[in-house]
């Protein structure tokens, strides 16, 4: 089942955070952290920010179950990266998340 289109672009936002945060853009990850604060209502949130946000119910709240392979796929790295490298916030974010009536 694919992703409601709203969600498109909030897959993109989170591709292209996995790109900032790799470095592939930006070198350091004060970005990176600046979204993730975003998420947990710890910093102020631009557009990027909001779209991660607004995806975040669906990724971590549902395990993406409205994704494609290809989104499940990208998912996952997303979260694997943001596990290996913000642990602290990777559990902030499954509490925050991870029921779906947030």
């Known amino acids: 089942m694919a992703l409601f289109p ?20 930006l070198n350091g990850n004060v970005y990176v952290e600046k979204q993730l604060l975003c998420a947990l209502d710890r910093a102020p949130c631009d557009n990027l920010g909001r779209q991660i946000k607004d995806a975040l119910p669906e990724i971590i709240g549902k395990n993406c179950k409205a994704c494609d392979n290809k989104q499940l796929s990208n998912a996952k790295r997303i979260a694997r990266f943001v596990q290996n490298k913000y642990p602290d916030v990777w559990n902030d974010l499954v509490r925050k998340y991870g029921n779906p009536t947030n």
């Open 6 to 25: 709203q969600y498109w672009l909030q897959f993109g936002a989170l591709l292209l955070l996995l790109a900032l945060a790799d470095g592939q853009v």
